[in-house]
């Protein structure tokens, strides 16, 4: 049996050692210190690139690292005073991470469908969802949350657009899109908010982890007093408000610390993945990828993803193509299943023209992360290249 290829492994880039064991030498063992202190320093200055090496002219990013993603969505929700009895709008495509925070706030999820270039968040179906909730409910939508799915940017300048309109927060999940860039502003960087994830299988890892970005020094303190248990200012254990144990620990961003390092490399090495696969498989029928709309558009292609259409493929679906390379040893993933069919949110509203289910019904994503050698993505396209003659 040939060796697994697996779909996204974290790849360290040789300085995380150090800071963790500097994190052990100063007995920094613990949430909070130097390393969560030099990795949001880090972050806020990647996040202030308006291109890769270009700082930009925009307002200062203050970054809080936590204990994961969808602790960071979780609390910039409470911040944005979403609670029991009210909607916030989602984008339908995505992880469920995106959208349980919602359900733990009491609220009700609202999905909207994605649209084709990006695969994100419609501004039409965003639109239309809005304007519904206010006839139906009386009220306005608390939060929209749109996604970056698999790295690449929604369409923010007009999702923006529509949000600001209806003076509605938006909550940015850019928990794949580390490193990607929309008309020259990273991504994270549009929103009220904004959600990073540093899961093992995300563009850098922290084994463990999330960030929230927000554009003011008085949201950041509010974070990290909601993180830390929200424990008052007084020498004994005091709350009169409902807190979390969200923080990150300092061993874990000390590794956050070593990977920011080498991120740049580590989106040229996913970028070039991709170019290696649509190279690879240009001339098979039936197969397309998700694709940069124009150069406004900067993708880290966190995961290589593709769509068959079997009428052209000679009737070979997404799910042969999956059932094949797992016979041969090589994990590949369906797009995400949509929210608003999911059994958990099956009562959820739901505004969209069937985009999102036909993406998941004919999507898959390949392995792409930096550890792949050319002979691993030649296993995979030989693969595909068998079954689509």
Not at 66 to 76: D, E, F, I, N, V
Not at 368 to 387: A, C, K, N, T, W
Request: hydrophobic share 40%; proline share 5%.
């Amino acid at each position: 049996m040939n060796s697994r290829i697996w779909l996204s492994l974290a790849h360290m880039g040789g300085r995380e050692q150090q800071f963790i064991q500097e994190a052990f030498d100063t007995n920094w063992v613990v949430p909070l210190g130097p390393n969560v202190d030099g990795f949001e320093l880090d972050l806020e200055k990647f996040l202030s690139r308006s291109s890769i090496n270009q700082v930009a002219e925009k307002g200062s990013l203050h970054v809080t690292a936590l204990s994961a993603g969808t602790a960071a969505l979780h609390l910039a929700l409470i911040q944005l005073g979403v609670k029991a009895g009210d909607e916030v709008i989602c984008q339908s495509f995505t992880f469920a991470a995106s959208a349980n925070p919602i359900v733990y706030q009491g609220a009700t999820p609202v999905y909207v469908d994605s649209e084709r270039d990006t695969w994100n968040m419609s501004p039409e179906a965003l639109e239309e969802a809005i304007k519904d909730r206010i006839a139906v409910t009386g009220k306005k939508p608390k939060a929209i949350i749109p996604v970056h799915l698999y790295g690449m940017p929604a369409k923010m300048d007009r999702i923006i657009e529509v949000a600001s309109r209806y003076d509605i927060p938006v909550v940015e999940d850019a928990a794949e899109a580390l490193g990607s860039f929309y008309k020259g502003v990273s991504c994270g960087a549009f929103g009220r908010f904004g959600v990073l994830s540093f899961n093992g299988n995300k563009i850098i890892t922290t084994s463990g982890g999330g960030a929230l970005v927000s554009g003011s020094s008085e949201c950041k303190a509010e974070t990290m007093f909601l993180a830390t248990q929200a424990r008052d200012n007084a020498p004994h254990y005091q709350h009169t408000r409902i807190g979390y144990n969200y923080r990150m620990s300092n061993i874990c961003a000390g590794i956050g610390r070593g990977q920011m390092m080498v991120l740049e490399e580590h989106v040229e090495k996913r970028r070039a993945i991709n170019m290696w696969y649509r190279e690879a498989l240009k001339d098979v029928k039936g197969i397309t990828f998700q694709t940069e709309p124009s150069a406004e558009y900067f993708s880290n292609y966190w995961l290589t993803s593709i769509l068959i259409d079997p009428k052209l493929s000679g009737g070979v679906t997404r799910e042969d193509i999956r059932v094949a390379l797992n016979d041969q040893n090589i994990e590949s993933r369906p797009l995400w299943k949509p929210m608003h069919m999911q059994p958990v949110f099956e009562s959820a509203p739901y505004y969209g023209s069937g985009v999102a289910e036909e993406l998941f019904e004919n999507g898959l994503c390949l392995p792409s992360h930096p550890m792949l050698s050319e002979d691993d993505l030649g296993r995979v396209v030989e693969v595909i290249r068998s079954l689509i003659k």
